[in-house]
């Protein structure tokens, strides 16, 4: 069964630091995010992309997060100076073209736990 | 603005004793509501999507309903391998494309 992967896992970062974090979403999907859960918290909404170019963005998600697709399966998050409140786990994820009024859902990765210290 | 409140917070039961858990949503125009399990550490994993009020969708011992103000995941008989977070979300008018999420109900399976 397709599913959507993550790399790395964990990645640990020190403050000021610049990370990427990667995905590989579900080949024939269209439309792609990524969240972030804070520990103890909501998963809450960054990003999503779709035709080569974002589509809405969250007020979390500000000129320090950017979201690129440079090839036909990668789709990937850059943090440019991390900050100690960037702590969470982020999650990729993707989904297929909506059906007239109704959307189809949403297939998570596995995450990646990011710990800036 | 999109709300969605889930309840109880944490839900403790014996192996094979049957519960509800509620999602109450606020949204203009629904588009979906989706169920997810998380375990610990792990990504959301999707169970369920509802489109319309007097919806029901199930999956084993899972079973999901649909009002036009919240939705009930009914356990049947659980077992200590249901045991897991259970999200809620919604999607919002067309052109929207983020899921808002609950806090989530943990659910506590007991042998």
């Known amino acids: 069964e397709p599913e959507v992967t993550q790399t790395p896992s964990h990645q640990v970062t020190q403050m000021g630091q610049e990370v990427i974090l990667r995905c590989v979403p579900i080949?024939?999907?269209?439309?792609f995010y990524w969240y972030r859960q804070i520990l103890g918290q909501k998963v809450e909404f960054l990003v999503s992309f779709y035709n080569n170019e974002i589509s809405e963005k969250s007020e979390i998600f500000d000129d320090q997060f950017s979201v690129e697709r440079p090839d036909g399966s990668n789709f990937t998050l850059k943090i440019r100076s991390t900050k100690l409140e960037d702590s969470a786990m982020y999650f990729c994820a993707s989904r297929k073209q909506g059906a007239g009024v109704f959307s189809y859902e949403q297939y998570f990765g596995p995450g990646t736990r990011l710990t800036v210290t | 603005e999109d709300q969605v409140t889930q309840s109880p917070e944490a839900l403790r039961l014996q192996e094979g004793e049957s519960s509800s858990l509620n999602c109450s949503y606020t949204?203009?125009?629904?588009?979906?509501l989706f169920w997810y399990r998380q375990d610990p550490g792990k990504g959301p994993e999707f169970l369920f999507t509802l489109y319309s009020a007097g919806e029901e969708k199930e999956k084993e011992r899972l079973k999901a309903t649909l009002t036009k103000k919240e939705s009930f995941l009914h356990i049947t008989a659980p077992k200590p391998e249901d045991s897991a977070t259970y999200l809620c979300a919604v999607q919002a008018p067309q052109g929207a494309q983020k899921l808002v999420f609950g806090q989530g109900t943990r659910l506590t399976i007991n042998p």
């Open positions: 949204v203009s125009g629904l588009r979906g």
């Open positions: 080949s024939n999907h269209l439309y």
